[in-house]
């Protein structure tokens, strides 16, 4: 029997009291990968969260400059084991490590770097004074943050080095990290790295702390537990709901990112303008990746015609042509499965699924649907389940006012698009339905696909339910991410100098944001 | 049979579909009021939702001018109105109408104005420009929002014109109001001072409903349904709970403020340099109002010796000396004597409930609790149960250590505060209890009393559950207030004239704070 890897809590690599273990797969080669990983008891998340409030505690006393300090170290860390992580990566995910040592590391150290600036300015924190009657509030941190992650970004998403791990610290919180199942061991690598940063950094013991996995009664019992500030959770509905269920009824903040087929209108004059462009960039969006982007975009609504139809022919072409990828696990793909036959079952027609190639290992051929708007309307919750992986559908409507009602029987989304005529040809059509789809989603865009997510004080990464637990926030984009890991501090006549830095008179940094009576300044409050 | 009194829906005060009514009663004789109203059926909420839909959607092309033009329009007939007002508000809530006529109407027309204000300038949006990848982020309307409200504001918290009513349609929200059952009559007057002013402004018909009572399923369906927005809850936690459950369920935003005791703690060379000051203004402001403010501070944290014995028999000789006032309704008079006996039976003793007279109508003694800290901690959850009313208790500690127990071993609350001396003589304790009191409370005061709740952007009324429901938000001041019935929405690369005016380029009104790349300015986007 191999050694079981360690859990960090407090401070210290230790055995995990578990009394299960697991190993995770190469989703390509379908063998398990070396390293046994444990399942953790209650004691081991009683142990972390009394650590995390402990540094908590001491994190109110601790400049933010030294956050800043540990999270630009994390990122040259893992910049400077970028072939490493890459390959470890993509043995356990299956995806190219060429991506994951290339443009994904990237974008994640770069994720974590405006986190620690972000951290050290502070400017994030909505500071609001009102000199007259000496009122003054602020967001603070929030406490300890849960986080609980997905592995189809295996960085920039993942629970150590992810975007709602750079927010969670960044606004001044410790955390306890739970691996995804499937990246145990990049996560763990990831995990070395950012203890050591913050022990570089002279950070509480109990900042990062890491798992490996939970029952599902432990995870729910860790983000009702009394000393969890909030949690963040990216993944499948079923495990989201049932978090967000527990730590709703003790009044605990939860912030979810669930299911998204992020709709796009192709209306049918862009298509004739942009034919063979949008083939190529919307056959790519859904394959790339096996499809495995929480914005893929899933659901195409076009209007019947020669064009649409034209336009789904290549797109059939494009899916029978490619050869599907693979999926990042075994479970991956038995949902992927799984969602396709509820799209069947509720009316939707499968017009590609016999593709000339296969795919190696876990993979599924690329499947293409179509529903006429009527069918669609007949079952929209169900045709509407997100089909995580490479598959998407057509929902081909009689007319503007068909798309629109479409359109109004969606869920909340995280993305939506409309590709139009640049000729102005689409200009009614897009005036009837933009108003509709930006509802709707979370981030709008105009004639383009969603993949792209920068990190971006723009970004909106939310929309309403079930895309997101709550439609107010972002879990991309610095330094608004950051919002959702504080809490709102008001002082009111407070004694000057009882009063947090960021609320006294004069401007901590000269550089520092502030709302003063109504007017957003960097200079300091007058003396009276 | 008197007639029953009609509810607005969809521009039309028509006659409710109800198989039951009920009347006011005056708390202070006893007897019912003139008017019947009804408990709607599911039939009027359908309605009413159906014609808020349509108002959201009416909304979009809506000047914000136009909203303020609503609310100051709703704030001059409220004053021109407020002698009949306060004096109806006064039979239905027991309180002086001085007070309702006076101070209340001022505090609540200043707050519709200042919401009114704030909705023209468009200022709290929160809006975010990238140039460099043409980012766009702004919060915008939410959709229609429920307002449940309590009756201890008869105007400030009222559903119709109170801060959830102004900060839900200044962020350029319809309104569904449901009146509290003791104040019918005030609501419907309100009511019809906002639907004409809704009118003059030439806002959608479904602007301003008004629906007097609900059965709870129907309540619980109400915020749970698709065509809602978010909902704002004042009131108890039992109601509140409810409520939560049923919107967090389908994740619908929910905005609950429940109960708190607002804790104060007064060390001891406070007590000796102020001691008298302080016996006059605790005493005073745990019975003004017969003790209905949420911020009532229930919850006295003292430490043994003779200042502080001294203190709480000053407190006990006011508390025996003072008339009681009138509770609001007999409901209120029930939910004070359960509380109190919840408070009994977890071992807090009673000394002072036998004052020297009787109030009127439904009223109960002054009540006065004492436990020492280290019974306070055997049952900390019981013993700070918020005894809604003329109710206070000290908990005495045997020193720092078991104050800060006490205080860690608190709920959430929307106040607290600490009294120390000038002279320096409590800092160390205070330094040990601050950080600790100012995790658990939404407003921090030095040296005052919780009551007073102004109007200011610096305010934060909330704090960690069950204080309210998500700990980043704040039900009192205008704007962060607004920022509770908002959604977060990006554009990612659109089309500069498919943009939102607030979003585009040129600052639309020349005074729109925006954050452009990083900078907080009134100025336009630089063209590039």
């Known amino acids: 029997m191999s050694e079981i890897a360690p859990v960090l809590i407090a401070g210290q690599w230790?055995?995990?009291?578990?009394?299960?273990?697991?190993?995770?797969?190469?989703?390509?080669?379908?063998?398990?990968?070396?390293?046994?990983?444990?399942?953790?008891?209650?004691?081991?998340?009683?142990?972390?969260?009394?650590?995390?409030?402990?540094?908590?505690?001491?994190?109110?006393?601790?400049?933010?400059?030294?956050?800043?300090?540990?999270?630009?170290?994390?990122?040259?860390?893992?910049?400077?084991?970028?072939?490493?992580?890459?390959?470890?990566?993509?043995?356990?995910?299956?995806?190219?490590?060429?991506?994951?040592?290339?443009?994904?590391?990237?974008?994640?150290?770069?994720?974590?770097?405006?986190?620690?600036?972000?951290?050290?300015?502070?400017?994030?924190?909505?500071i609001s004074i009102e000199t007259k009657r000496d009122m003054r509030s602020m967001l603070a941190a929030i406490g300890p943050v849960a986080i609980f992650s997905p592995n189809n970004f295996p960085l920039s998403w993942n629970t150590i080095s992810g975007g709602d791990f750079a927010s969670a610290v960044a606004a001044g919180n410790p955390v306890i990290a739970i691996a995804n199942s499937s990246a145990p061991g990049t996560t763990?690598?990831?995990?070395?790295?950012?203890?050591?940063?913050?022990?570089?950094?002279?950070?509480?013991?109990?900042?990062?702390?890491?798992?490996?996995?939970?029952?599902?009664?432990?995870?729910?019992?860790?983000?009702?537990?009394?000393?969890?500030?909030?949690?963040?959770?990216?993944?499948?509905t079923a495990a989201g709901l049932a978090l967000k269920a527990a730590a709703d009824a003790v009044g605990k903040p939860i912030y979810v990112a669930m299911s998204s087929v992020n709709p796009i209108v192709f209306l049918s004059n862009a298509i004739r303008e942009q034919g063979e462009e949008l083939v190529n960039r919307f056959g790519n969006v859904c394959l790339k990746g096996t499809g495995q982007f929480c914005t893929q975009p899933g659901l195409a609504i076009v209007i019947d015609g020669a064009e649409s139809q034209g336009f789904i022919a290549a797109i059939k072409s494009k899916f029978d042509e490619s050869t599907p990828g693979t999926l990042g696990s075994k479970k991956t793909l038995e949902n992927l499965v799984a969602k396709i036959e509820v799209l069947k079952k509720a009316g939707a027609t499968v017009i590609s699924d016999e593709g000339k190639s296969k795919g190696e290992g876990y993979s599924h051929p690329n499947t293409l649907f179509q529903v006429s708007g009527a069918d669609f309307l007949k079952s929209p919750a169900a045709l509407q389940t997100?089909?995580?992986?490479?598959?998407?559908?057509?929902?081909?409507?009689?007319?503007?006012?068909?798309?629109?009602?479409?359109?109004?029987?969606?869920?909340?989304?995280?993305?939506?698009c409309i590709y139009s005529s640049t000729d102005g040809a689409d200009a009614a059509a897009y005036a009837t339905l933009?108003?509709?789809?930006?509802?709707?989603?979370?981030?709008?865009?105009?004639?383009?696909?969603?993949?792209?997510?920068?990190?971006?004080?723009?970004?909106?990464?939310?929309?309403?339910?079930?895309?997101?637990?709550?439609?107010?926030?972002?879990?991309?984009?610095?330094?608004?991410?950051?919002?959702?890991?504080?809490?709102?501090?008001?002082?009111?006549?407070?004694r000057h100098n009882h009063l947090p830095e960021e609320l006294q008179n004069k401007n901590p940094s000269g550089q520092l944001w502030r709302n003063i009576d109504g007017q957003w300044t960097t200079g300091d409050v007058a003396d009276a």
């Not at 860390?77 to 290339?102: D, V």
């Not at 763990?188 to 029952?215: C, H, N, T, W």
């Not at 089909?387 to 559908?393: H, I």
């Open 386 to 416: 997100e089909a995580f992986g490479n598959a998407a559908m057509f929902v081909v409507c009689q007319d503007i006012a068909e798309a629109k009602a479409v359109i109004d029987s969606l869920h909340g989304q995280l993305a939506g």
């Open 188 to 236: 763990k690598i990831l995990a070395e790295l950012a203890f050591q940063a913050s022990q570089e950094a002279d950070l509480p013991a109990g900042m990062v702390q890491f798992l490996y996995r939970l029952s599902h009664a432990d995870g729910k019992r860790l983000v009702a537990d009394s000393r969890i500030g909030a949690t963040a959770f990216t993944g499948g």
């Open 434 to 494: 933009a108003p509709r789809l930006r509802r709707k989603v979370g981030r709008f865009m105009d004639d383009k696909m969603p993949n792209g997510m920068p990190v971006s004080i723009g970004m909106g990464h939310g929309g309403p339910f079930p895309a997101s637990g709550h439609p107010g926030f972002t879990s991309v984009g610095i330094p608004n991410a950051m919002r959702r890991f504080a809490v709102l501090q008001s002082y009111d006549q407070a």
């Open 14 to 126: 230790r055995a995990a009291n578990c009394a299960e273990t697991f190993r995770a797969e190469n989703p390509i080669t379908q063998e398990p990968l070396s390293g046994e990983y444990p399942v953790s008891a209650w004691e081991d998340c009683d142990a972390a969260l009394t650590a995390a409030a402990e540094a908590a505690d001491q994190l109110l006393e601790i400049s933010p400059k030294r956050i800043q300090k540990f999270l630009l170290r994390l990122a040259d860390l893992m910049e400077a084991n970028r072939e490493s992580i890459g390959q470890l990566a993509s043995q356990e995910s299956g995806l190219p490590e060429k991506r994951l040592a290339g443009r994904e590391m990237d974008r994640t150290t770069d994720q974590i770097r405006q986190a620690a600036d972000a951290a050290a300015d502070r400017s994030w924190k909505q």
